[in-house]
């Protein structure tokens, strides 16, 4: 991070930071869940329960027009939210000025009201790390990914909204994870995503208080939530992100904490295998989060 970036860096200007959208500005999207082929027919059934979806973003940046296809038609029945995994927002190197064209111009073409990815860095010296690596813990590099963060969201021309990370290893570093988070919005006018099962299962792997957490980072920036359910947690074993259960009582309770603090904007559930037979599962966790969101005074989205 220390390292020169590899173009020349744009300054913040008072241009750059009229892209930023106010949280409250931004429309209520409602409870909406991840576009995953394995309930791709589901989602698309009637009385889904589905207000909205998020997309992987790599999965449509550089993909051929059969599978922008697939894009635009979900996009004819639902707002669709990008979510990425390879911004490396806090590599070495700045973003590629390729991904961060094409991520315009897809963002653009779906008419996304934000886009997302993770506060974290996937690649180093050329080479792809294939996880989401969290990022050293100071000041300085907090100042460095704000500023980064302001550049890429001025160039794509929309709200960008930062994910926190879950990690396993907690390194000795100057400031704690919700610090950091909140040093980082302090140099940029993006916003968060927070997921409420990472905060949730970094609590409890690395022994810190959830409450604590939120009462540290700037909840009024949370456009966006993310829900899932995880393993482990026995026998000494930490807790993991593996996207593959039901979303946990203690991860319902912060959200029910959050909304009543944050004019969260949507929320999103999370299922990446370990799919349930029956959708209505998924459904009856839709409705869930959609009712803590209506009991905060959220509006409602139109139900598709």
Same mark, same amino acid.
């Given at each position: 991070?220390?390292?020169? /970036?590899?173009? +020349? ?22 409870? &909406? ?31 051929? +027009? ?15 939210? +990008?979510? &990425? ?9 700045? /973003?590629? /000025? ?51 963060? !302001? ?27 919700? !610090? ?26 690395h022994g810190y208080s959830a409450m604590e957490f939120l009462d540290t980072i700037p909840v009024e920036r949370v456009v966006q939530v993310?829900?899932?359910? &995880? ?14 259960? /039901? ?25 990446? !295998? ?8 998924? !459904? ?12 905060? &005074? ?7």
């Open positions: 991070m220390t390292t020169a /970036p590899s173009r +020349p860096a744009a300054p913040v200007t008072a241009t750059t930071a009229a892209t930023a959208v106010p949280v409250g500005g931004l429309p209520y999207l409602g409870s &909406g869940i991840g576009y995953r082929t394995e309930i791709k027919d589901a989602i698309g059934s009637p009385g889904s329960g589905v207000d909205w979806l998020e997309v992987i973003t790599e999965h449509y940046l550089f993909a051929p +027009p059969d599978v922008r296809d697939v894009l635009h038609r979900l996009r004819r029945r639902f707002r669709v939210v +990008p979510h &990425g995994l390879e911004l490396s927002i806090g590599a070495p190197r700045e /973003p590629s /000025p390729r991904y961060v064209d094409a991520l315009a111009r897809l963002v653009d073409e779906i008419d996304a009201p934000w886009f997302s990815d993770h506060l974290c860095f996937t690649r180093a010296a050329g080479v792809a790390l294939s996880t989401l690596t969290p990022l050293p813990r100071t000041r300085e590099i907090a100042r460095e990914v704000g500023r980064r963060a !302001q550049r890429v969201q001025a160039a794509v021309g929309r709200p960008l909204i930062l994910e926190n990370v879950t990690y396993y290893i907690n390194l000795e570093s100057p400031l704690s994870e919700a !610090q950091f988070i909140a040093e980082v919005m302090e140099h940029c006018e993006c916003g968060l995503l927070l997921d409420l099962t990472n905060l949730d299962i970094n609590a409890r792997n993310h829900l899932a359910g &995880g393993t482990g947690g026995e026998d000494d074993r930490m807790d993991l992100d593996t996207h593959s259960e /039901p979303v946990p009582p203690a991860v319902w309770d912060l959200l029910t904490e959050l909304v009543a603090r944050a004019p969260v904007r949507a929320t999103l559930l999370e299922r990446d !295998q370990n799919f349930p037979d029956d959708f209505a599962e998924l !459904q009856e966790e839709l409705d869930h989060a959609r009712r803590i969101l209506d009991g905060a &005074g959220g509006p409602r989205a139109g139900v598709r």
